[in-house]
């Protein structure tokens, strides 16, 4: 199995200086080796393939021993192969008959990741094995970095980034032959509905997670958002009110991923098997189209009232919690069934009577045949477990 580890880092001043020049260096190559590549074909119709811009790697670092030098070859050729997708990303697309952008200039605050690809080259993992208490990554031209690693780390270090995220820098290790650690069978099953409000609701009745984070710091963000609009462009205090706004941004998203790490460990720790819905998320916030009317205009696509949905269902974060879900079922040995959603909001798990009008509200599910009511959500995630126990029993008997 493979997984990746993500610790903060806690940097010396000196440290966080040799990062952020280190980030900068790595930048300044992919922007210069994107020029290269802009001008041979503009000029000369040619492109620039990944080889000999590793190759004039060589000439770069022996000129600048003091910049470019400073760093490690492997992780600027990390860069650079980094560039080589963006290119085949867009070439890709442009064969596909699409309008693809041209891969851009990266500026500041849009470039905030170093990729070593191999332990060993250019870095270092657990570079002090025999400090006592504290974990350190060794990274080529920074030095020996403190981790704070707050789990420990199995399976074979592969690869190492450093990433910034406003303030803060963290260190991703990406782990092969990672054990499963399988947890003791506890022969129950649960289904689940995963909801706008909160993160999921369950068969047996229990909402899992979060007063939507994004909702209760949104008062923050906004009146920070019309700050900033009321500073000078290019004025230092309209950039530490950037930053500022990323932080808050950045601590939603911990928030979040933190509420489903929760969410999901609850479930994979509680039951064997977890049915959820097989949820394209990418459909379900994709915008509205609008439909003609057939005299000129446009029908109301209900297009308002869907983005506010948008909002909430990416609020919620689904997709992430889902991967996280998967990941942890896989380590721990259970069964994660998804099952098609049609139907299971509007169906009376009580008698199986389908109608749109069961479902009174979002919340509340009353059943127009035989009068049996519940929290809509809750419904919907025992008509899940059913459906999923169905799939499992008929894969079985196949
Ligand atoms: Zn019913």
């Given amino acids: 199995m493979r997984r990746s580890y993500k610790f903060l880092l806690r940097p010396t001043v000196g440290q966080a200086i040799a990062l952020t020049a280190c980030l900068n260096d790595h930048r300044a190559l992919y922007n210069a080796a994107l020029e290269h590549r802009r001008t041979a074909y503009a000029k000369a119709g040619v492109s620039v393939r990944y080889g000999e811009q590793s190759a004039d790697l060589k000439h770069i670092r022996a000129a600048d021993a003091g910049g470019q030098g400073r760093w490690s070859f492997s992780s600027q050729q990390a860069t650079l192969r980094r560039l080589d997708r963006a290119f085949a990303a867009f070439f890709a697309r442009l064969?596909?008959?699409?309008?693809?952008?041209?891969?851009?200039?990266?500026?500041?605050?849009?470039?905030?990741?170093?990729?070593?690809?191999?332990?060993?080259?250019?870095?270092?993992?657990?570079?002090?094995?025999?400090?006592?208490?504290?974990?350190?990554?060794?990274?080529?031209?920074?030095?020996?970095?403190?981790?704070?690693?707050?789990?420990?780390?199995?399976?074979?270090?592969?690869?190492?980034?450093?990433?910034?995220e406003g303030f803060r820098w963290h260190v991703i290790v990406s782990c092969d032959a990672v054990p499963a650690e399988a947890l003791p069978a506890t022969g129950a099953a649960v289904g689940i509905d995963l909801r706008v409000a909160s993160l999921v609701a369950t068969s047996h009745g229990g909402l899992l997670d979060n007063p939507r984070y994004l909702a209760a710091s949104a008062d923050r963000i906004a009146s920070a958002q019309r700050a900033l609009a009321r500073r000078k462009r290019g004025s230092t205090r309209r950039r530490k009110q950037v930053a500022r706004i990323a932080a808050l941004h950045a601590k939603?998203?911990?928030?979040?991923?933190?509420?489903?790490?929760?969410?999901?460990?609850?479930?994979?720790?509680?039951?064997?098997?977890?049915?959820?819905?097989?949820?394209?998320?990418?459909?379900?916030?994709?915008?509205?189209?609008?439909?003609?009317?057939?005299?000129?205009?446009?029908?109301?696509?209900?297009?308002?009232?869907?983005?506010?949905?948008?909002?909430?269902?990416?609020?919620?974060?689904?997709?992430?919690?889902?991967?996280?879900?998967?990941?942890?079922?896989?380590?721990?040995?259970?069964?994660?069934?998804?099952?098609?959603?049609?139907?299971?909001?509007?169906?009376?798990?009580?008698?199986?009577?389908?109608?749109?009008?069961?479902?009174?509200?979002?919340?509340?599910?009353?059943?127009?045949?035989?009068?049996?009511?519940?929290?809509?959500?809750?419904?919907?995630?025992?008509?899940?477990?059913?459906?999923?126990?169905?799939?499992?029993?008929?894969?079985?008997?196949?």
């Fill in 95 to 164: 064969k596909a008959g699409r309008t693809p952008g041209f891969p851009r200039f990266k500026g500041t605050g849009r470039f905030d990741t170093v990729e070593w690809p191999r332990d060993g080259d250019g870095c270092r993992w657990d570079s002090q094995p025999e400090h006592p208490s504290a974990a350190y990554v060794r990274l080529q031209g920074v030095g020996h970095v403190r981790v704070h690693r707050h789990r420990p780390v199995r399976g074979v270090v592969k690869t190492i980034s450093v990433k910034r």
């Fill in 252 to 398: 939603v998203r911990r928030r979040r991923l933190d509420g489903a790490h929760k969410a999901a460990l609850a479930l994979v720790g509680g039951y064997d098997v977890i049915v959820c819905e097989d949820l394209r998320i990418t459909n379900m916030t994709r915008r509205a189209a609008s439909r003609p009317d057939g005299e000129g205009g446009y029908l109301p696509s209900g297009a308002a009232a869907k983005s506010g949905l948008n909002r909430s269902i990416l609020d919620a974060g689904w997709g992430v919690f889902l991967t996280i879900l998967s990941h942890k079922a896989e380590s721990a040995g259970r069964e994660l069934i998804a099952v098609n959603p049609a139907n299971t909001s509007r169906t009376c798990a009580c008698c199986g009577h389908c109608a749109k009008e069961n479902r009174r509200t979002q919340a509340e599910f009353a059943c127009t045949a035989c009068g049996h009511s519940a929290h809509a959500d809750v419904n919907a995630a025992i008509n899940i477990l059913r459906a999923g126990l169905a799939l499992r029993e008929a894969a079985e008997a196949a």
